[in-house]
């Protein structure tokens, strides 16, 4: 508009906005990120959408991501914090923060993650610990059809409890229950219409049921999660931190006791830094394994080859991470779910850091980003078959394994996921281990060609509710 652009160049194109309404009229809410897909055959890779009065760039195809994440990090590194997740983490922990507060508890997170997780054999042992349990539950059910989701979140935020706590729980242990299927629900309202709607109209806030029980979740597992660290802290021994919280606590008296009292390192950021692991940790990872899982039973020869090769390559012994070069097929397997489960499919909200001329277009500081994963993931220039379950997109004529640059289910640059090494860690392991020991099928009287791969929605995309059978192959 006026001088701005006349000084800056033009901003990004895009749909004719309404008043207040902005261009919600045009955006399925149920489905924003196919919406999006659509405007950018239109308006280009860089396009400009109104979310209600909310004005956003979209980034969009393989190329303009990466051009922007990677080779810009810093002008479109800084988070965009909607009125939710404001509410809920006021701008502590990491996903939802920024500045010098976001950095140093990133940081602090990934040493310790790399300490008591991943790139460690502490959490090869730990995930395969955790398989253990897994298992027999799967067992139990003897091959009749069960929903696979609660098992499956339980022995995936166990990873995150050893990793944070020190230790895991046990699948019956209630309170435990309760924290995962809270937490889980607060993602799954977190992408409702509903509070979709709150983001562009907060004075909607106290009319929506959503909203309410989000807030009593946050509070319940805040609580739970206050309780848990209350109790590391009178047994601790700051020669042998057990997890991420002993380190943090160890850390916050040492800056204390040197008289520094305004450190980042504080309660609020703990119990925050905490949640985040716990909310980004759990549901992605578990909802990957679902998706996987259900691949498996549609696709019954697909099954069958990463079978095969498992059986070919270890036979019956445990599966170790150094297993993951021998299996090609099954790892492009895994890569495939990935990409065309495109859980997260907008990314997280980002926001520029300063004004930015970007492929001609001038962005203004602070504008709200959204990296539009789904068109990477599906981008027609970079993928065979960008719609269809394709290992073959990650292998070559020999069979051989074969990275591709636009699969980017993490994201990319300065707010790249944190856990992906500890989630690439889990997937492998936990795929390969019940694939080798149980073979995956619908229901009885419901075909392969039942089984409906539309994603329910969510602030991640979920498998539709849905019941497998696990038929022991030992
Ligand atoms: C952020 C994907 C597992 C912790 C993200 C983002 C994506 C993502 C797309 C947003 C990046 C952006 O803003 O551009 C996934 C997927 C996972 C997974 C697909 C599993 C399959 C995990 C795990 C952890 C984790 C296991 C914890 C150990 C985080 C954190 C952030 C994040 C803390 C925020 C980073 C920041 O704002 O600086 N993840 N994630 N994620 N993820 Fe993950």
């Keep these: 508009s006026g001088s701005s652009s006349e000084e800056h160049g033009k ?96 940081r602090f997170a990934l040493t310790n993650l790399r300490d008591f997780g991943m790139g460690k054999k502490a959490s090869e042992e730990k995930i395969i610990e955790e398989i253990r349990y897994l298992t027999e539950v799967f067992e139990e059910h003897k091959g009749k059809a069960f929903d696979t989701t609660q098992p499956i979140n339980y022995a995936v935020s166990n990873i995150i409890c050893s990793i944070v706590y020190g230790s895991r ?41 959503s909203r309410t029980r989000i807030i009593k979740n946050v509070t319940n597992n805040k609580e739970e999660m206050m309780e848990l660290v209350r109790g590391l802290k009178e047994t601790l021994n700051p020669q042998m931190c057990r997890g991420f919280v002993d380190s943090f606590l160890v850390r916050k008296q040492t800056l204390e006791e040197s008289g520094n009292m305004n450190s980042h390192y504080h309660n609020e950021n703990l119990i925050q830094t905490v949640a985040n692991l ?100 599906q981008d027609e220039s970079e993928w065979e078959s960008p719609h269809t379950f394709n290992p073959a997109h990650f292998l070559d004529e020999e069979g051989r394994f074969v990275k591709k640059d636009a699969f980017m289910p993490f994201s990319a640059g300065r707010r790249v996921c944190l856990g992906e090494g500890l989630a690439r860690m889990e997937l492998f392991l936990f795929f390969t281990s019940l694939l080798q020991r149980f073979c995956f099928s619908p229901p009885p009287g419901v075909t392969e060609d039942d089984l409906d791969l539309t994603p329910s929605l969510g602030f991640t995309l979920t498998p539709s509710p849905h019941q497998l059978c696990a038929v022991s192959r030992v």
Aim: with cysteine.
């Design 169 to 209: 729980f046990e699948y019956s242990d209630p309170r435990f229950r309760r924290s995962v299927d809270q937490a889980n629900e607060i993602i799954q309202l977190g992408g409702s219409v509903s509070i979709q709607l709150y983001n562009m109209f907060p004075w909607l806030g106290p009319l929506l049921k």
């Design 278 to 377: 716990f909310a980004a940790g759990t549901d992605t990872t578990g909802t990957t394994l679902r998706w996987g899982l259900l691949l498996m039973a549609k696709y019954p020869h697909i099954q069958d080859k990463v079978q095969e090769e498992i059986s070919r390559v270890i036979g019956s012994r445990q599966a170790l991470v150094e297993d993951r070069k021998n299996l090609p097929y099954t790892d492009a397997v895994i890569h495939e779910t990935q990409r065309l489960a495109n859980i997260v499919p907008m990314a997280i909200p980002h926001t520029t850091t300063r004004d930015i001329t970007f492929q001609g277009y001038f962005i203004k500081k602070g504008t709200e980003v959204f990296p539009l994963l789904t068109s990477v993931l």
């Design 11 to 106: 901003e990004p194109p895009g749909p004719r906005p309404l008043p207040l309404l902005g261009n919600l009229l045009q955006l399925d809410l149920k489905r924003p990120y196919q919406t999006l897909c659509e405007l950018s055959k239109k308006y280009g890779s860089v396009f400009t959408v109104h979310v209600g009065p909310r004005k956003v760039v979209v980034l969009a195809g393989y190329k303009t991501v990466k051009q922007a994440l990677v080779n810009h990090a810093e002008e479109f590194g800084d988070r965009g914090i909607n009125h939710m997740f404001n509410e809920i983490n006021k701008g502590h922990g990491i996903v939802f923060a920024n500045g010098d507060s976001w950095k140093e508890m990133r």
